[in-house]
Nanobody, 111 residues
């Protein structure tokens, strides 16, 4: 099983960022994809998840209105789109099935 994420991103405050998570080695539609992030020195923070089979999502309250989760079953790829970025969004973002994890994507928000 592999979850391969897109590379590091640098954004200005107020911008948006999209991260992809390309999966292989298992049946994509059988596992939820969760997104979590970790800021320097902080605990892991769960952002939400998507059911790739049906497209249903659940979003943590802290991110409602700013985050979109999508999944493309033709390419076995999940996407996280985070908008209205703030400096506090600087973190490493991970996709995970809980059993397996992506390598992480560093997002830096700075002017």
């Amino acid at each position: 099983v592999q979850l391969v994420q897109s590379g590091a991103e640098l954004r200005n405050p107020g911008a948006s960022v999209m991260i992809f998570c390309k999966t292989s080695g298992y049946t994509f539609t059988r596992e939820y994809i969760h997104w979590v992030r970790q800021s320097l020195g902080q605990r892991l923070e769960w952002m939400g998840r998507i059911d790739p089979e049906e497209g249903g999502t659940k979003t943590a309250r802290n991110f409602q209105g700013r985050v979109t989760f999508t999944a493309d079953t033709s390419t076995n790829t999940a996407y996280l789109d985070l908008s209205a970025l703030k400096s506090e969004d600087t973190a490493v973002y991970y996709c995970t099935t809980i059993h397996d994890w992506g390598q992480g994507t560093q997002v830096t928000v700075s002017s």
